[in-house]
Protein backbone atom coordinates (compact mmCIF):
# COMPACT_ATOMS: atom_id res chain seq x y z
CA UNK A 1 0.00 0.00 0.00
CA UNK A 2 1.56 3.54 -1.10
CA UNK A 3 1.00 6.22 1.35
CA UNK A 4 0.63 9.93 1.83
CA UNK A 5 0.79 11.87 4.68
CA UNK A 6 -2.05 13.62 6.01
CA UNK A 7 -1.72 18.19 6.86
CA UNK A 8 0.78 19.80 8.62
CA UNK A 9 1.82 17.27 10.90
CA UNK A 10 2.73 15.00 7.95
CA UNK A 11 1.29 11.95 9.23
CA UNK A 12 1.36 9.14 7.49
CA UNK A 13 -1.68 7.49 6.02
CA UNK A 14 -2.94 4.91 3.04
CA UNK A 15 -3.93 6.80 0.10
CA UNK A 16 -6.78 4.58 -0.30
CA UNK A 17 -9.37 5.50 2.87
CA UNK A 18 -12.11 3.60 3.70
CA UNK A 19 -15.25 5.44 4.54
CA UNK A 20 -17.35 3.46 7.11
CA UNK A 21 -20.77 5.22 6.52
CA UNK A 22 -23.13 2.76 4.94
CA UNK A 23 -22.02 0.13 7.01
CA UNK A 24 -24.73 1.56 9.70
CA UNK A 25 -27.57 1.97 6.55
CA UNK A 26 -30.51 -0.14 6.91
CA UNK A 27 -30.31 -4.21 6.80
CA UNK A 28 -26.24 -4.02 6.66
CA UNK A 29 -24.92 -7.21 8.22
CA UNK A 30 -22.43 -6.11 11.12
CA UNK A 31 -20.39 -9.60 11.02
CA UNK A 32 -19.47 -8.60 6.53
CA UNK A 33 -19.10 -5.14 8.23
CA UNK A 34 -16.29 -6.25 10.45
CA UNK A 35 -15.19 -8.50 7.96
CA UNK A 36 -14.39 -5.98 5.37
CA UNK A 37 -12.94 -2.96 8.09
CA UNK A 38 -10.61 -6.05 8.96
CA UNK A 39 -10.00 -7.14 5.34
CA UNK A 40 -9.26 -3.35 4.69
CA UNK A 41 -6.72 -3.04 7.79
CA UNK A 42 -5.34 -6.36 6.76
CA UNK A 43 -4.72 -5.00 2.65
CA UNK A 44 -2.55 -2.04 4.81
CA UNK A 45 -5.60 0.61 4.19
CA UNK A 46 -4.55 2.94 7.80
CA UNK A 47 -7.52 5.85 7.55
CA UNK A 48 -10.74 5.13 8.25
CA UNK A 49 -13.73 7.78 8.36
CA UNK A 50 -16.30 7.85 10.53
CA UNK A 51 -18.64 9.68 12.55
CA UNK A 52 -20.96 10.00 15.66
CA UNK A 53 -23.97 10.99 13.13
CA UNK A 54 -23.35 7.75 11.29
CA UNK A 55 -25.66 4.85 13.13
CA UNK A 56 -26.16 7.32 15.53
CA UNK A 57 -23.15 5.93 17.03
CA UNK A 58 -23.52 2.83 15.99
CA UNK A 59 -20.77 3.27 13.30
CA UNK A 60 -18.03 4.55 16.01
CA UNK A 61 -18.72 1.41 17.93
CA UNK A 62 -18.34 -0.91 15.16
CA UNK A 63 -15.01 0.74 13.80
CA UNK A 64 -13.80 0.67 18.03
CA UNK A 65 -14.36 -3.60 17.79
CA UNK A 66 -12.74 -3.61 14.39
CA UNK A 67 -9.53 -1.64 15.51
CA UNK A 68 -9.62 -3.07 18.77
CA UNK A 69 -5.67 -4.42 19.70
CA UNK A 70 -4.69 -2.89 16.19
CA UNK A 71 -5.40 0.49 17.17
CA UNK A 72 -1.73 1.78 16.08
CA UNK A 73 -1.98 0.63 13.02
CA UNK A 74 -4.81 3.38 12.31
CA UNK A 75 -5.32 7.06 11.75
CA UNK A 76 -9.38 7.15 12.92
CA UNK A 77 -10.86 10.27 11.50
CA UNK A 78 -14.26 11.03 13.00
CA UNK A 79 -16.86 14.07 12.83
CA UNK A 80 -18.92 15.97 15.25
CA UNK A 81 -21.74 18.68 14.62
CA UNK A 82 -24.89 17.02 13.22
CA UNK A 83 -27.65 16.68 15.65
CA UNK A 84 -30.83 15.76 13.30
CA UNK A 85 -31.61 15.87 9.53
CA UNK A 86 -31.56 18.10 7.28
CA UNK A 87 -35.02 18.48 7.51
CA UNK A 88 -34.67 19.42 10.72
CA UNK A 89 -34.88 23.36 11.73
CA UNK A 90 -31.12 22.86 13.58
CA UNK A 91 -29.58 20.01 11.95
CA UNK A 92 -26.36 20.87 13.31
CA UNK A 93 -24.73 22.16 16.34
CA UNK A 94 -21.11 23.49 16.89
CA UNK A 95 -21.44 24.97 19.73
CA UNK A 96 -18.24 24.57 22.02
CA UNK A 97 -20.24 22.54 25.33
CA UNK A 98 -21.79 20.07 22.40
CA UNK A 99 -18.26 19.55 21.10
CA UNK A 100 -16.83 18.90 24.54
CA UNK A 101 -19.35 16.42 25.23
CA UNK A 102 -19.51 14.74 21.82
CA UNK A 103 -15.79 14.43 21.72
CA UNK A 104 -15.12 12.52 25.31
CA UNK A 105 -18.77 10.20 23.92
CA UNK A 106 -16.95 9.05 20.69
CA UNK A 107 -13.43 8.40 22.45
CA UNK A 108 -15.96 5.88 24.56
CA UNK A 109 -17.82 4.50 21.72
CA UNK A 110 -14.31 4.02 19.45
CA UNK A 111 -12.86 2.28 22.51
CA UNK A 112 -9.83 4.71 22.45
CA UNK A 113 -7.96 7.76 24.45
CA UNK A 114 -7.47 10.07 21.20
CA UNK A 115 -9.15 10.73 18.14
CA UNK A 116 -6.23 10.96 15.05
CA UNK A 117 -8.52 13.40 12.90
CA UNK A 118 -11.38 15.43 14.05
CA UNK A 119 -13.35 16.94 11.52
CA UNK A 120 -16.37 19.69 12.25
CA UNK A 121 -19.27 17.78 10.36
CA UNK A 122 -20.98 20.93 8.93
CA UNK A 123 -20.90 24.61 9.95
CA UNK A 124 -23.38 25.93 12.22
CA UNK A 125 -24.91 28.66 10.73
CA UNK A 126 -25.14 29.88 14.20
CA UNK A 127 -22.02 30.11 15.99
CA UNK A 128 -18.79 31.70 14.45
CA UNK A 129 -16.77 29.16 12.86
CA UNK A 130 -13.86 30.92 15.27
CA UNK A 131 -15.95 29.58 18.20
CA UNK A 132 -16.31 25.59 16.99
CA UNK A 133 -12.83 25.69 15.68
CA UNK A 134 -11.40 27.29 19.33
CA UNK A 135 -13.56 24.51 21.44
CA UNK A 136 -12.23 21.55 19.13
CA UNK A 137 -8.40 23.05 19.16
CA UNK A 138 -8.76 23.11 22.95
CA UNK A 139 -9.12 19.05 22.61
CA UNK A 140 -6.04 18.87 20.84
CA UNK A 141 -4.51 20.90 23.80
CA UNK A 142 -5.92 17.87 25.95
CA UNK A 143 -4.64 15.40 23.95
CA UNK A 144 -8.20 13.77 23.62
CA UNK A 145 -7.14 15.28 19.46
CA UNK A 146 -4.54 14.96 17.88
CA UNK A 147 -5.47 17.19 14.00
CA UNK A 148 -8.64 18.82 13.09
CA UNK A 149 -10.43 18.53 9.86
CA UNK A 150 -13.51 20.52 8.28
CA UNK A 151 -16.46 19.41 5.71
CA UNK A 152 -18.46 20.79 3.60
CA UNK A 153 -16.48 24.51 3.51
CA UNK A 154 -16.14 27.34 1.60
CA UNK A 155 -12.39 28.93 0.84
CA UNK A 156 -13.21 31.83 3.46
CA UNK A 157 -14.47 29.42 6.20
CA UNK A 158 -11.30 27.27 5.47
CA UNK A 159 -8.97 30.41 6.09
CA UNK A 160 -10.69 31.77 9.13
CA UNK A 161 -10.67 28.22 10.65
CA UNK A 162 -6.85 28.41 10.00
CA UNK A 163 -6.32 31.63 11.90
CA UNK A 164 -7.73 29.99 15.13
CA UNK A 165 -6.17 26.18 14.14
CA UNK A 166 -4.19 24.64 11.25
CA UNK A 167 -6.79 22.48 9.26
CA UNK A 168 -5.38 19.26 8.49
CA UNK A 169 -7.69 18.12 6.31
CA UNK A 170 -11.26 19.26 4.29
CA UNK A 171 -13.43 16.55 3.70
CA UNK A 172 -15.82 17.16 0.63
CA UNK A 173 -17.78 15.69 -2.23
CA UNK A 174 -15.46 14.91 -5.38
CA UNK A 175 -15.37 12.35 -8.03
CA UNK A 176 -15.42 12.82 -11.83
CA UNK A 177 -19.46 13.69 -11.48
CA UNK A 178 -18.79 16.24 -8.76
CA UNK A 179 -15.60 18.18 -9.53
CA UNK A 180 -17.06 21.87 -8.38
CA UNK A 181 -14.06 21.40 -5.54
CA UNK A 182 -11.64 22.09 -8.60
CA UNK A 183 -12.27 25.77 -8.76
CA UNK A 184 -11.86 26.74 -5.24
CA UNK A 185 -11.62 24.85 -2.18
CA UNK A 186 -9.13 22.14 -3.86
CA UNK A 187 -6.94 24.59 -4.58
CA UNK A 188 -6.92 26.46 -1.53
CA UNK A 189 -6.19 23.07 0.27
CA UNK A 190 -2.82 22.86 -1.61
CA UNK A 191 -1.91 26.17 -1.06
CA UNK A 192 -2.34 25.84 3.11
CA UNK A 193 -0.83 22.24 2.95
CA UNK A 194 -4.25 20.80 4.10
CA UNK A 195 -5.09 17.79 2.93
CA UNK A 196 -7.85 16.72 0.94
CA UNK A 197 -10.42 13.84 1.15
CA UNK A 198 -12.46 12.95 -1.57
CA UNK A 199 -16.05 11.25 -0.24
CA UNK A 200 -18.07 9.72 -2.35
CA UNK A 201 -15.42 8.73 -5.09
CA UNK A 202 -17.73 6.52 -6.84
CA UNK A 203 -20.86 9.67 -7.29
CA UNK A 204 -22.44 7.96 -4.72
CA UNK A 205 -23.18 4.70 -6.68
CA UNK A 206 -23.91 6.62 -10.32
CA UNK A 207 -19.98 5.80 -10.64
CA UNK A 208 -20.27 1.85 -10.41
CA UNK A 209 -21.80 1.28 -13.68
CA UNK A 210 -24.90 -0.50 -11.36
CA UNK A 211 -27.14 1.91 -11.34
CA UNK A 212 -29.83 2.60 -13.93
CA UNK A 213 -32.71 3.43 -11.74
CA UNK A 214 -33.54 4.57 -8.44
CA UNK A 215 -34.72 1.62 -7.76
CA UNK A 216 -31.42 -0.29 -8.17
CA UNK A 217 -29.93 1.60 -5.28
CA UNK A 218 -29.63 0.31 -1.38
CA UNK A 219 -31.86 1.18 1.56
CA UNK A 220 -29.73 4.59 3.19
CA UNK A 221 -28.40 5.41 -0.26
CA UNK A 222 -29.05 9.11 -0.82
CA UNK A 223 -28.52 9.22 -4.69
CA UNK A 224 -32.43 8.94 -5.01
CA UNK A 225 -33.05 12.23 -3.42
CA UNK A 226 -30.75 13.92 -5.70
CA UNK A 227 -31.81 15.21 -9.36
CA UNK A 228 -29.50 13.49 -11.39
CA UNK A 229 -31.74 10.88 -11.02
CA UNK A 230 -34.64 12.24 -11.68
CA UNK A 231 -36.07 11.41 -15.35
CA UNK A 232 -34.86 14.80 -16.62
CA UNK A 233 -31.47 14.32 -15.80
CA UNK A 234 -30.98 10.50 -15.89
CA UNK A 235 -30.76 9.84 -19.63
CA UNK A 236 -28.26 12.40 -19.79
CA UNK A 237 -26.29 11.56 -16.74
CA UNK A 238 -26.17 7.93 -17.97
CA UNK A 239 -24.48 8.24 -21.26
CA UNK A 240 -21.73 10.04 -19.27
CA UNK A 241 -21.61 7.12 -17.43
CA UNK A 242 -21.39 4.30 -20.43
CA UNK A 243 -18.41 6.68 -21.70
CA UNK A 244 -16.47 6.37 -18.86
CA UNK A 245 -17.70 2.39 -18.51
CA UNK A 246 -15.83 2.50 -22.33
CA UNK A 247 -12.70 4.56 -21.38
CA UNK A 248 -12.70 1.99 -18.41
CA UNK A 249 -12.73 -0.81 -20.71
CA UNK A 250 -10.16 0.18 -22.60
CA UNK A 251 -7.84 1.23 -20.22
CA UNK A 252 -8.87 -2.73 -18.71
CA UNK A 253 -10.21 -2.20 -15.38
CA UNK A 254 -13.70 -1.38 -14.08
CA UNK A 255 -15.65 1.60 -13.61
CA UNK A 256 -15.44 2.48 -9.97
CA UNK A 257 -11.66 1.44 -10.63
CA UNK A 258 -11.66 4.04 -12.91
CA UNK A 259 -12.93 6.72 -10.79
CA UNK A 260 -10.62 6.11 -7.71
CA UNK A 261 -7.81 5.63 -10.05
CA UNK A 262 -8.54 9.20 -11.84
CA UNK A 263 -8.85 10.74 -8.52
CA UNK A 264 -5.16 9.35 -6.90
CA UNK A 265 -4.08 11.22 -9.94
CA UNK A 266 -5.52 14.23 -8.38
CA UNK A 267 -3.27 14.19 -4.99
CA UNK A 268 -6.07 13.81 -2.54
CA UNK A 269 -7.66 10.55 -0.90
CA UNK A 270 -10.61 8.86 -1.42
CA UNK A 271 -12.62 7.06 1.07
CA UNK A 272 -14.78 4.94 -1.11
CA UNK A 273 -17.77 3.39 1.47
CA UNK A 274 -17.41 -0.36 0.97
CA UNK A 275 -20.35 -2.69 3.43
CA UNK A 276 -18.94 -5.77 1.16
CA UNK A 277 -15.52 -7.32 0.52
CA UNK A 278 -16.32 -7.99 -2.91
CA UNK A 279 -16.62 -4.21 -3.44
CA UNK A 280 -13.58 -3.30 -1.41
CA UNK A 281 -11.44 -5.95 -3.09
CA UNK A 282 -12.97 -4.40 -6.36
CA UNK A 283 -11.63 -0.62 -5.24
CA UNK A 284 -7.77 -2.37 -4.15
CA UNK A 285 -7.70 -2.98 -7.61
CA UNK A 286 -7.65 0.55 -8.42
CA UNK A 287 -4.69 1.26 -6.80
CA UNK A 288 -2.61 -0.97 -10.12
CA UNK A 289 -4.03 0.92 -12.81
CA UNK A 290 -2.32 3.69 -14.35
CA UNK A 291 -4.25 6.02 -16.14
CA UNK A 292 -1.62 8.03 -19.01
CA UNK A 293 -2.27 11.19 -20.00
CA UNK A 294 -3.87 10.72 -23.11
CA UNK A 295 -6.61 8.77 -20.70
CA UNK A 296 -6.88 11.56 -18.45
CA UNK A 297 -7.44 13.51 -21.24
CA UNK A 298 -10.37 11.67 -22.60
CA UNK A 299 -12.07 11.63 -19.41
CA UNK A 300 -11.56 15.32 -19.25
CA UNK A 301 -13.69 15.41 -22.58
CA UNK A 302 -16.23 12.98 -21.27
CA UNK A 303 -16.81 14.57 -18.07
CA UNK A 304 -15.30 17.86 -17.57
CA UNK A 305 -16.62 20.25 -14.31
CA UNK A 306 -20.81 20.26 -14.76
CA UNK A 307 -20.84 17.93 -17.18
CA UNK A 308 -23.47 15.89 -14.89
CA UNK A 309 -26.55 17.52 -14.41
CA UNK A 310 -28.42 18.27 -11.62
CA UNK A 311 -27.45 18.66 -7.82
CA UNK A 312 -25.26 16.49 -5.78
CA UNK A 313 -27.53 17.20 -2.88
CA UNK A 314 -31.32 17.19 -2.39
CA UNK A 315 -32.14 21.26 -1.53
CA UNK A 316 -32.16 19.99 2.06
CA UNK A 317 -28.83 19.05 1.81
CA UNK A 318 -27.25 22.06 -0.12
CA UNK A 319 -28.52 24.49 2.74
CA UNK A 320 -25.89 22.94 4.65
CA UNK A 321 -23.08 22.62 2.81
CA UNK A 322 -20.52 25.61 2.11
CA UNK A 323 -21.15 25.90 -2.17
Excluded at 173 to 181: L, P, Q
Excluded at 204 to 212: E, F
Amino acid sequence: MRTTTLGPARRAISVLGLGCMSMSHPGRDEEESLSVLRAALDAGITFLDTADKYGKGHNERLVGTAIAGRRDEVTVATKVGFVGSSRDAKPVDGSPDHIRRSCDASLERLGTDRIDLYYLHRVDPHVPIEESVGAMAALVEAGKVAQLGLSEVTVATLRRAWDVHPVAAVQSEYSIAAREVEEDVLPACRALGTTFVAYSPLGIGLLTGRVRTPDDLPPGNRLPKQSRMHDRHRAHNLRIVDELAAIAGDVGCTLPQLAIAWLLTRDVVPIPSSSRRSYLEDNLGALDVDLGEDVLARIDEVAPIGAFRGERKSSLGLRLVGR
